[in-house]
């Protein structure tokens, strides 16, 4: 089954590995230098890598490991990268095996061994009660996802060689951006499942989280949305997405790093099964493109800004 799910057809910097692949990387970093926007689109869930080891212990198999996936999104990712030149960072580990938008002590530990729990565990969040937390536990439809319980032995070596090196990654990339740039955005790009809509009104393709307004600049947001009215791309904010722990742990407005999380409806890319690309992915990437160049400005515009703050009158003489 590792097979027929596929691997990323992934290229540049590898980083990580994948505990039962060991030569594997856990993600893949491109970057341009000298950069060409001050922009990093991350696709944390795209992984599709799956060790023979993994897929073992899986009850289900591939029902649920493609309802794990932002499917393809890695993909989509990539051609907005390549279009426009922005940095780019995939996943290659898959979500089934740890989720990287979710907090490292966020786990369930009713999946180990009762002496695993280490003393002053935080209490079950939200996400662990309902069953996603860094590792998933079960999905709604099919119940538990794990033929047995981990090991403290899983948990360390899906933390250390997935986890923390994906976000150092994250973390210096928009370091390198800010410092080329005065300021940086992260584009945290997932995908969705088709949103219910209401009589008379169209449900959203896109949702744009920010985390109540925590994560980024409001003219970065308020561009946004004016791309994609401008494309006809109907738009949500932070219903029912907000943005995760990569929003949570990256984004420093003013510290000069913005982050969005975008969330894109996978009908408007896959087919009807929501398995494959279809025809509609080159408007999506087309789209996505447009609003990573627009957002790119912008942030350029407020990393001159806040240098020319810094300087105050000796501004000009700082700029030669």
């Keep these: 089954m590792a097979e027929q799910l ?21 993600f893949f970093l491109e970057e341009a230098d000298p950069s060409v926007l001050p922009v990093l689109i991350a696709a944390p869930h795209g992984g599709r890598h799956y060790p023979r080891s993994l897929v073992a ?28 030149g922005a940095s780019l960072i995939v996943a290659n580990a898959p979500r089934a095996m740890i989720d990287l938008n979710r907090a490292p ?42 033929r047995r319980r981990l090991g403290p032995v899983d948990l360390a070596e899906r933390v250390a060689g997935v986890h923390e090196p994906y976000h150092a990654a994250i973390a210096g990339e928009l370091a390198r951006l ?33 985390r109540f307004g925590a994560s980024s600049s409001g003219s970065i947001v308020a561009s946004a949305f004016a791309h994609f009215a401008q494309v006809a791309r109907e738009a949500a904010h932070n219903r029912p997405y ?5 929003l949570e742990r990256h984004a420093d407005p003013r510290g000069g790093i913005h982050a969005l999380q975008i969330e894109i409806d996978r009908s408007r890319y896959l087919d009807s099964a929501l398995v494959e690309p279809s025809g509609d992915m080159a408007g999506m990437i087309e789209d996505l493109a447009g609003l990573v160049r627009r957002l790119g400005a912008i942030v350029a515009e407020l990393g001159e800004r806040q240098a020319r703050d810094a300087a105050g009158p000796d501004w000009p003489l700082a700029a030669e």
């Design 105 to 146: 002590d966020d786990v369930d530990w009713d999946m180990f061994p009762r002496d695993a729990r280490p003393a002053g565990a935080p209490a079950p969040s939200r996400r662990v009660r309902g069953g996603l937390g860094l590792i998933p536990r079960r999905l709604p439809a099919l119940g538990d996802l794990w």
């Design 57 to 84: 212990d899986l009850r289900h198999g591939a029902a649920a490991a493609l309802r794990l996936e932002d499917r393809y999104v890695d993909l989509m990712a990539r051609g907005v990268a390549q279009a426009t």
């Design 178 to 210: 800010r410092q080329n740039w005065g300021a940086a955005l992260l584009i945290d790009l997932h995908s969705m499942p088709p949103l219910p809509s209401a009589p008379g009104v169209a449900s959203a393709q896109v949702v744009v989280g920010d």
């Design 6 to 26: 596929g691997e990323n057809d992934s290229q540049g910097e590898g980083g990580g590995r994948i505990p039962g692949a060991p030569s594997v990387p856990a």
């Design 242 to 246: 907000a943005g995760g722990y990569v």
